[in-house]
């Protein structure tokens, strides 16, 4: 920080399963920690929801618990993507909050995307970024399809940070960044896909820039008046809490999903891969996988333990196991199917609960990698190590069965909350209490561990993927014919 400010920093995280918040004093020490989890919905196949109300209440706790601790400088909010809520004019939730996993909108994406060819989404975009049942566009078809009157009483579609910080400082704003695949590589809607859908582009909210101070702290909050920097999805949240904030650096961020991400300022449009426009300096290539850290807790709900004694019965992953294709709700980068299903192939009776665990966890270290391939033809880049973090990082055995996998080092920084650390980081850049992103982060983000790949391991991780990469194409057919059976995702 610079010098002369002695208040503090809070970032906060609205996650996949929790919120996740932090405070950290002028030097960057950690004052304080909190994280709360809330529950999902789960009421159908392919029917993810969650209350934003309960995002709201441990938002207000977090702030409470640090309000004890005296005035903040002030506060930044980053907050899972594509998860939408709509809205009437006074803020008020119409439906559940529909949450990124969700598939049910994936036929209204489906005609849309139908509609628009790969060299117009590249023009608009800046990349081929597909209209999957995650986009915005796709919710919205899908509601006003299903629901023509939740429809007309909507008056706005916000992600969950765009909601916590309405309702925190009364001022109603989005950025370019999070609005994945909405926005041109200027930073302005993209009209000619917006109005592919009647209605949308007057329920989408005005664009900021995500280090802009939105507004201030309400009078019936904690910490009143203090100022709240806009802030951006976790994804790039997450960069700046595990120090990556320059060209040529990787990510490898783990939690209910994998997150791979790759700063490189040239682009060659590659299917599946969202590029970023860029901002102040920095691009992103990322893949978005479907089920990480959900992979782990689905297996470990199985054999009746918990995921971090789950993860540390697992074997070493011997030549013969099974493979998992960890589809268990479709899956996103790079191929954005969600009527993919997960699958074990290979399941002989000698499988015992150890070995099962075992294959999930190398299952979803091969979609990351399948997901960072494509990062590296995007960018025609590849770094020699990626930084990790994130709570799916939090076991050694994991760890290095993803560096054996991508076949580099992994750098594992400390800390579960590389979202809510970052948005502290946003926080005291957005109003100048911190030279700048870059600095900031290699000054706040500390290495734990290096995981190196084990020749041998590397070498058995190599014969397995090419024989994994092919699971997906072979099951396609079976997979798409019992989504088509079950009807898909109900409303």
């Not at 809520?85 to 939730?93: H, M, N, Y």
């Not at 970024?129 to 909507?154: C, K, N, Q, Y």
């Not at 939690?255 to 449009?269: K, M, N, R």
């Amino acid at each position: 920080m610079q010098a002369g400010r002695q208040g503090r920093l809070i970032g906060i995280d609205v996650g996949t399963t929790s919120v996740k918040a932090v405070a950290i004093g002028p030097d960057g020490t950690r004052l304080a920690e909190f994280a709360r989890p809330y529950p999902t919905r789960r009421p159908a196949a392919g029917l993810v929801e969650q209350a934003p109300e309960d995002w709201l209440r441990l938002v207000h706790e977090a702030l409470s618990t640090f309000a004890t601790l005296g005035a903040a400088d002030a506060i930044c909010v980053t907050s899972q993507v594509n998860t939408h809520v709509f809205t009437d004019a006074a803020l008020g939730v119409l439906h559940p909050a529909i949450v990124w996993q969700d598939g049910r909108a994936a036929a209204a994406g489906a005609r849309i995307d139908a509609g628009v060819t790969a060299a117009e989404k590249t023009e608009w975009l800046g990349a081929p970024i597909p209209v999957d049942s995650s986009h915005a566009l796709a919710r919205m078809g899908w509601m006003a399809e299903t629901h023509p009157d939740i429809w007309a009483r909507t008056a706005h579609l916000m992600l969950p940070r765009d909601w916590i910080v309405a309702r925190l400082t009364g001022v109603r704003l989005g950025d370019a960044i999070s609005s994945v695949g909405l926005v041109t590589p200027e930073f302005a809607y993209a009209a000619p896909l917006i109005d592919r859908l009647e209605g949308a582009a007057a329920r989408l909210l005005p664009l900021a820039d995500p280090l802009s101070v939105a507004g201030h702290v309400l009078p019936d909050w904690p910490l009143a008046g203090t100022p709240v920097v806009l802030g951006v999805m976790d994804a790039w949240a997450s960069l700046f809490g595990i120090g990556v904030a320059r060209a040529g650096e990787a990510m490898y961020l783990s939690g209910t999903s994998e997150v791979l991400g790759l700063i490189a300022p040239q682009v060659v449009p590659e299917p599946g891969v969202i590029v970023f426009p860029e901002w102040r300096g920095l691009r992103l290539h990322a893949a978005p996988t479907q089920a990480g850290g959900a992979s782990l807790d689905w297996v470990a709900r199985l054999v009746g333990r918990d995921a971090g004694a789950a993860a540390a019965m697992a074997p070493v992953v011997a030549a013969d196991a099974p493979l998992f294709l960890p589809h268990l709700q479709g899956e996103r980068a790079p191929i954005w199917d969600a009527a993919s299903r997960g699958a074990f192939v290979g399941l002989s009776g000698a499988a015992d609960a150890g070995v099962l665990v075992a294959s999930v966890m190398e299952g979803v270290a091969f979609s990351a990698r399948l997901a960072f391939e494509a990062l590296e033809r995007s960018a025609a880049m590849r770094p020699p190590m990626i930084r990790a973090g994130g709570g799916g990082f939090a076991a050694d055995r994991w760890a290095q069965i993803r560096a054996d996998a991508l076949g580099r080092p992994l750098l594992r920084v400390r800390g579960r909350d590389p979202g809510a650390l970052g948005a502290a980081v946003m926080a005291g850049a957005g109003i100048g209490a911190m030279a700048g992103l870059a600095e900031a982060a290699a000054c706040l983000v500390q290495t734990d561990r290096i995981f190196a790949p084990d020749p041998a391991g590397m070498e058995r991780a190599e014969a397995r993927y090419q024989l994994w990469r092919g699971l997906y194409a072979a099951l396609r057919p079976v997979n798409h014919a019992l989504a088509a059976a079950g009807g898909g995702a109900a409303g």
